[in-house]
């Protein structure tokens, strides 16, 4: 599987926009990109995900380079129940499983 | 709709036993997945069945095994408890109409167990 490389972590100050990265330089036409968080003593939750052109919905955006080898997931504005670990994910069109890399630690300050 | 639930919460274990953590998906979901998370390896895929058959499986030993109920429910079970087995067990389960998609995976809470 593609891997992803993300910064371990990241900080944010409350209610400002935050911006965090995702290298997938080996990433292949068929995969996907998707981010998932994991909140303090909870299961992973989806956040967002896309193929190629840049996606919104409710909780974020997703901005995907013109070649696919970089993403950056976009939290408009970050509030305290946004400090989780995001993962950025690639998956095959074809496979329900996940593979997760290391993430990267979102601390938001009040 | 009801989430993904996983019985039991905690469990405590020691070496050389054997365990069966279950998996409820939402209603309607027919994938379900299983993860183990540990400090050290962190979120790593274990296996994933779908209409009761096993159509995924990680890279774990066969003490690690599992099922799926024609109800979609699920289980997991560790036979020889490790040490090492000590960690987070996640169920995840998806809508998969299809047979094969990249639906969202829904995760419930986790299973903590601990071998003694």
């Known amino acids: 599987d593609a891997k992803t490389t993300q910064p371990n972590s990241m900080e944010s100050n409350e209610e400002e926009p935050v911006h965090l990265p995702c290298n997938h330089s080996t990433i292949s036409g068929t995969d996907y990109i998707h981010w998932y968080r994991q909140l303090p003593s909870q299961g992973p939750e989806y956040v967002i995900h896309g193929l190629t052109s840049n996606v919104n919905n409710r909780m974020a955006s997703l901005a995907i380079a013109e070649d696919r080898k970089s993403s950056t997931l976009i939290l408009h504005r970050a509030t305290l129940r946004d400090a989780a670990v995001y993962y950025c994910?690639?998956?095959?069109?074809?496979?329900?499983?996940?593979?997760f890399g290391t993430g990267t630690r979102l601390t938001v300050i009040p | 709709k009801a989430g993904v639930t996983q019985t039991p919460r905690y469990l405590i274990k020691t070496r050389g036993q054997q365990v069966t953590l279950s998996c409820s998906p939402i209603?309607?979901?027919?994938?379900v997945s299983w993860y183990q998370q540990t400090p050290g390896q962190g979120l790593q895929f274990l296996f994933e069945y779908f209409s009761e058959t096993q159509r995924n499986k990680g890279n774990f030993p066969g003490r690690f095994s599992g099922r799926q109920f024609s109800n979609s429910r699920s289980e997991m079970n560790v036979s020889t408890l490790e040490l090492g087995d000590s960690a987070l067990y996640l169920c995840?389960?998806?809508?998969?109409?299809?047979?094969?998609?990249?639906?969202?995976?829904?995760f419930g809470p986790g299973t903590r167990l601990t071998v003694l």
């Open positions: 994910i690639l998956r095959w069109a074809g496979a329900n499983n996940l593979f």
């Open positions: 209603s309607g979901h027919r994938s």
């Open positions: 995840a389960s998806s809508l998969e109409t299809s047979g094969t998609s990249t639906d969202t995976q829904y």
